[in-house]
Structure formats: structure tokens, C-alpha cells
């Protein structure tokens, strides 16, 4: 029994050792917990047992009689013992569960609730180091500590109210924590915090930049270093509580957008961090995006960017990356000539968070054409390929998310291959991280319409590592292999005999017309309409009932699906009694409601499917009865030379039939 609970002893202090040996591990595991409830095994963690009595520090128990004198000490005694606490280190986690194992979270969390502004002092200054140690945090939770520590934040002690706000910041790193610290007020409370200090601190800001303002008089270095400090512990708190969507919204309602709008002018680093860190994490809502740009955040977002500090970079690269989803903030980026710095990053090769940053920033500024052109002038898509060995996952999520992107235009395509982008492309493909693959596909898709490209592909069988990824559970990644096997059977050579030897691959495709997702759906019928082109493969997919299938997807009332299933019927009529089958199934009749969408590339991939089904009479028929001829003259006149000889055509063969029927009548 003893060896078996030695054991389990070991194995308690293993965990807990391997949990606390990276900060940066627990704090960016943490960090994406957003709203998630906690799992059965972070509840497990948390009720971890006490420490292995057999094999403790002398510090452990040194700290055990401190925590003794804590709880039946006089006022001074009390004084004294904290203070000899402080002597100790406390980010050792010996010295951390000491105080909790012997009862002294409860006596350092009582103490807050004294006169004595020393003793809280003493008290938060424990709990705070204490505090960074995910245990810890939740048993101080579970004791009621946050709503302590809440009430604090109103007192008039400044050291008092900075020591709460950055012990709220440790703890608040789990959902239960930021539940209760809101539910108390205290977010409110914590915006009212920095709203104290932001006039001191912009007048400091403006003092810094050799500005004046008006009825303002200088005051002290210490008051000026204790209100920068406020400032930082409150940002943090906010930034620790920002992880909730609730929070968020309270956060907004408790007015904290202009005064992050005015935080992040100082010229201070260490309140820019924490703030730019909370933007960070509200940029997730599109209120908070649109509030960042119209405050004129956008700006300073970039300006930082050019700072020596790397984590300031790297929150600023992230908060841009979330902004840069909204066309008018990449335009602004560009603007303040942000896309340099970014692009600058790209060089900074060791740090990975800050390499991730800078890759996903530039990825979201080269959905805009314009920044695409700024990022060719900087030699851009030459640094991201080279990245494209880089063996963190994100970084290559971000680094191909963005040559994607780039590659839309025909000059980079070429530049991707001469950095030699193509080959580790396609290796890409045996991956298993489904965004990497998503993105993976959307850089083939665009590179294989080159031709110098698509031989590359071939030659490395990209194409049926492509057609492999159909089989993914995905349909992210269904729908994005669909889409770049398209260009990839348009622009190879032979591409029918290539398409007839991947074993099982016709029938794999016309099965995903099953599927339930639009995206899929509209790629796969994409895929089809090329590989109908060959005839000998369409004659294989009718044999697969693509044409039942097809005809079943008619009566949708999205625009990108009608625009690829129009071209798939238009091509499979083309086979046989395709056209007849058809009819039959009842697909001839919502093709014509198609001809009203607003959408003109629906038009012309309308006006060629019922070409093509006019030339079997019943479905002229069909047509004529539900008023295809009035929607087909307005668009005989079109500027586009495809509907207008589609149009024209359709027409012809139901004028033709109806010609032909007054002929049988009056014989």
C-alpha cells in the first residue's frame, strides 16, 4: 500500500512539475481557453494532493511555521511573518503549496479584509506571486478571494489598488474566475481604475513629446512611475478578462474602447503591452474591429510594430492580423506604411510567436489587391517561401495563407516557383492539420493555373495527393481540394487518361454530390464540369448517376452552387440521353428561376446549361411553360458574348420546335 500511494504521490509531482516548467506553456495554454467550460481534467488538476512529505525543501517547512505565526500573531508579528514570507522565493513551487497545504490562502485572503493597509499590502504581495501558479489561482478562487480583491480596487491606496488588479490578473486566467470578477462589478471597477490615471498619464505622454497642455502642472516622478503602473496592472486585469465574450461586451458597455484608444499613445512599453494584448482579444467581434479603426487605434497598432520590444510586435502583429479581416483597416495599414514593418519581421527567424504574428498579418493585408502590390515592391513572397521549411505548424498556416493570397496574381505565381515555393507546396499535402491543408490547397489552386507550374505538380503527383484529400472527413478541406483539382485538370496535358487511373477517384467525386455542405457541393460541380470535358469520363460519372444526383441539387437558392451546377449539367448533356434523364428528373423547370438572380455569372452558366437542354424537345416545352423565353431576350442584348449566344441558342430550338408543331397542325 505504501509503495503503491509513494507511486501515485510521484506521479502527482511529475504533472504538477511538468505543468509549471514553462510559463510561457501554461500562460498561451490558458490564454486559449476563451469561453470554453473547464474540462474534467483541468477540475482534476486543480484538487491536486499535498506534497510528498518524504522529499520537501527545508524552505517548505520553514514557510509552514511562518503561516503559523500568520494565524495566531498580534498585528506586528503578523507584519513581521509576511515579510519574512516575501524573503523567500515564491515562484519555487515548494514555497507556493507550503502556503496552501497548511491553510495559508485562507489566513492571506482573510487579511484582506482588515483596517490594516500594511498587512493587505503584505497579503497581495504574497498572492500575487503566488498567484501565477494555475493550482493556486483556483483554490484562491474557490475561497472567495476575487471578491475581495474587487472591493479593493476602490480603496485610496494606489499600491493597494495595483497589487489587486495585477493578483485579479493572475487568477482571472481560468472561466470560473472571470465569471465571478464580473458578476462583482468588477470590470467596472477596473475601467474606473485606469480612467483615474489617464489625464496624468496623457499629459506625461504629451510632456514626452515636447507638448504643452494648457492648466497642467508637472508632478513627481514616484506619483508618474505609480500611476504607469496602475495602468499596467488594470490593462492586465482587462486583458486576462477579455478571454470571455461576456466580458467583452461589459468591457465595451463600461466604456474601456476610448480609454485603450488613449493607453496605447504612451510612450510607455509596459502599459502598451497589456493593452494592445486586450485589443488583441476583442478584435475577435466585429464591434470591437470597427471601434479600433474609427478611434484611430490603427495607427499606433503600426507604430508599435516598429518598436525594439519583441512581445509588443508580436501583439501588435496579432491585433492587426484580427483587424485586417475588414477591407477599410488594410487599407488604412497600407496607409501608415504598416506593410514594411511586417514584411521587416518576416527576417526574425528564432522567435516563433512573433514570426507567427507577422505571418498572419500579412496573410489577412493580402486579401487587398493593393497591399498585394506593396508586397511584391518589398520582396515579400521570396521571405514567405522561404518559410515554407519552417516546422511550426502556425507559422506555416499563416505563410501559405498568405501566398495564396498573393499568388491571384499571375507575376507572383511566377515568383513562387523561381524561390522554388512549388515542390514544398505539394509536399504540404501530407499533412494532417486541416486549416494548413485548406490554405495548402488555395496556394495550388491559384499557382496551378500557371503552366510552368502545373508540370511541377504533375511530375510531384499533386494532382492525387489533391484527390486523396476528398477522403477527408473535412468539408473545409473537401471543398478547397475540389476547388484546386479544377485547374489542375483544365491545364494538364492528357488530363482524362490522368483522372481515369486514380483508382476509384470518378466515383469518389460524383459520391461528395451527397454531401451537405454548399461550399462542397459548388466545388465538386466545379470538378465536374471540367472532368465532363473528356468524354470518355463522363460516359464513367453517368454510369455513377451523376445525372440523378445533379438534377436532385436544382432547387437551391444559392448563387456560387447554381453557378458551378449550371456548368456541370451543361457539359453532362453532352453525353447520350443525358439530356432526356434531365427532364425526367424534373431539373429543367428552376434552371429557369435561375435566369432572375441578380447575380450575372449565374446568368451565362444558366444560358449554357439550357442551351444545352433545349436541343431535347420536352424540355423545351418545359421551358416555355415557365416563361423562359421572356427572361431569354432580355439577355440576347448582353454585353457578354457567351449568354448571348446561349441565349440565342435556346431560343432558337424552342422558336424551331414550335415552328415544327404549327407545320404538324396545319398538314
Not at 230 to 250: D, F, P, V
Request: hydrophobic residues 40%; aromatic residues 4%.
Amino acid at each position: 500500500m505504501e509503495k503503491a500511494k509513494d507511486s501515485e504521490n510521484t506521479k502527482k509531482k511529475e504533472l504538477v512539475k511538468n505543468q509549471s516548467s514553462s510559463k510561457l506553456s501554461i500562460h498561451n495554454k490558458e490564454l486559449s481557453e476563451e469561453s470554453s467550460p473547464e474540462s474534467d481534467e483541468e477540475e482534476e488538476l486543480a484538487e491536486r494532493g499535498r506534497q510528498d512529505q518524504s522529499d520537501l525543501p527545508p524552505e517548505y517547512w520553514q514557510i509552514q511555521k511562518l503561516v503559523k505565526y500568520l494565524k495566531g500573531g498580534n498585528q506586528t508579528a503578523t507584519i513581521i511573518a509576511l515579510c519574512s514570507m516575501r524573503d523567500f522565493n515564491l515562484a519555487q513551487e515548494a514555497c507556493q503549496f507550503a502556503i496552501r497545504d497548511v491553510g495559508g490562502l485562507e489566513v492571506l485572503i482573510n487579511l484582506l479584509d482588515t483596517e490594516d493597509i500594511k498587512c493587505k499590502i503584505g497579503s497581495l504581495q504574497i498572492l500575487k506571486e503566488i498567484s501565477k501558479n494555475p493550482y493556486i489561482r483556483r483554490s484562491i478562487a474557490d475561497l472567495g478571494g476575487l471578491q475581495t480583491m474587487v472591493k479593493i480596487l476602490i480603496e485610496q491606496d494606489k499600491d493597494l489598488r495595483c497589487l489587486a488588479a495585477e493578483t485579479i490578473a493572475n487568477v482571472a486566467k481560468f472561466k470560473r474566475a472571470r465569471k465571478v470578477v464580473r458578476q462583482n462589478n468588477g470590470i467596472r471597477m477596473l475601467v474606473g481604475l485606469l480612467e483615474s490615471v489617464k489625464a496624468n498619464l496623457q499629459h506625461a505622454a504629451n510632456d514626452h513629446k515636447g507638448i504643452k497642455t494648457p492648466g497642467h502642472h508637472g508632478y513627481s516622478q514616484v506619483e508618474l512611475a505609480k500611476d504607469i503602473e496602475i495602468a499596467r496592472c488594470g490593462a492586465s486585469a482587462l486583458w486576462s478578462l477579455s478571454k470571455s465574450k461576456k466580458n467583452k461586451h461589459e468591457m465595451r458597455r463600461s466604456g474601456v474602447i476610448p480609454l485603450l484608444a488613449t493607453l496605447l499613445k504612451s510612450p510607455h512599453e509596459s502599459i502598451c503591452i497589456p493593452v494592445v494584448g486586450t485589443l488583441q482579444e476583442c478584435a475577435s467581434e466585429a464591434s470591437y474591429r470597427l471601434a479600433i479603426r474609427t478611434e484611430g487605434m490603427i495607427i499606433d497598432l503600426v507604430e508599435n510594430l516598429r518598436s525594439s520590444n519583441e512581445e509588443l510586435q508580436m501583439h501588435c502583429a496579432n491585433a492587426i492580423f484580427k483587424c485586417a479581416e475588414d477591407k477599410d483597416t488594410r487599407d488604412l495599414i497600407r496607409k501608415y506604411q504598416g506593410l514594411d514593418p511586417l514584411v521587416k519581421l518576416l527576417s526574425n527567424r528564432e522567435n516563433k510567436p512573433l514570426l507567427a504574428a507577422a505571418t498572419g498579418a500579412i496573410w489577412k493585408c493580402s486579401i487587398s489587391k493593393e497591399n498585394v502590390k506593396r508586397f511584391q515592391e518589398l520582396k515579400a513572397i521570396e521571405s514567405l517561401v522561404a518559410l515554407l521549411s519552417d516546422p511550426t505548424e502556425e507559422v506555416l498556416i499563416n505563410t501559405v495563407g498568405a501566398l495564396a493570397e498573393c499568388a491571384q496574381e499571375p507575376e507572383n505565381r511566377a515568383s513562387t516557383r523561381k524561390s522554388g515555393g512549388i515542390s514544398p507546396l505539394v509536399n504540404l499535402l501530407t499533412g494532417t492539420n486541416n486549416q494548413l491543408l485548406v490554405n495548402t490547397c488555395k496556394a495550388l489552386a491559384q499557382c496551378a493555373q500557371d503552366p510552368d507550374n502545373i508540370s511541377i505538380i504533375e511530375r510531384m503527383d499533386g494532382v492525387r495527393l489533391l484527390w486523396s484529400l476528398l477522403k477527408n472527413p473535412n468539408p473545409r478541406v473537401q471543398a478547397s481540394a475540389a476547388w484546386a483539382i479544377c485547374p489542375c485538370i483544365k491545364n494538364i496535358r492528357d488530363s482524362g487518361e490522368t483522372v481515369r487511373n486514380f483508382v476509384g477517384g470518378l466515383e469518389l467525386i460524383v459520391s461528395l454530390l451527397k454531401s451537405n455542405d454548399i461550399e462542397v457541393l459548388a466545388s465538386v460541380c466545379s470538378a465536374i464540369a471540367e472532368i465532363a470535358k473528356d468524354e470518355e469520363n463522363l460516359a464513367v460519372i453517368t454510369d455513377h448517376g451523376v445525372v440523378p444526383m445533379l438534377a436532385s441539387l436544382t432547387n437551391t437558392n444559392d448563387d456560387m452552387l447554381r453557378k458551378n451546377l449550371t456548368e456541370a449539367i451543361a457539359q453532362c448533356c453532352k453525353w447520350g440521353k443525358n439530356r432526356q434523364l434531365f427532364g425526367s428528373h424534373d431539373a429543367v423547370a428552376p434552371l429557369v428561376k435561375y435566369l432572375k438572380s441578380p447575380n450575372t455569372g449565374v446568368h451565362a452558366s444558366t444560358a449554357k446549361a439550357l442551351h444545352q437542354l433545349s436541343k431535347n424537345p420536352a424540355n423545351c416545352i418545359v421551358m416555355h411553360e415557365n416563361g423562359v423565353v421572356r427572361l431569354l431576350l432580355g439577355m440576347v442584348g448582353s454585353t457578354d458574348e457567351v449568354l448571348q449566344e446561349n441565349s440565342a441558342g435556346c431560343i432558337s430550338y424552342i422558336r424551331r420546335l414550335a415552328l415544327a408543331n404549327e407545320k404538324a397542325r396545319n398538314a
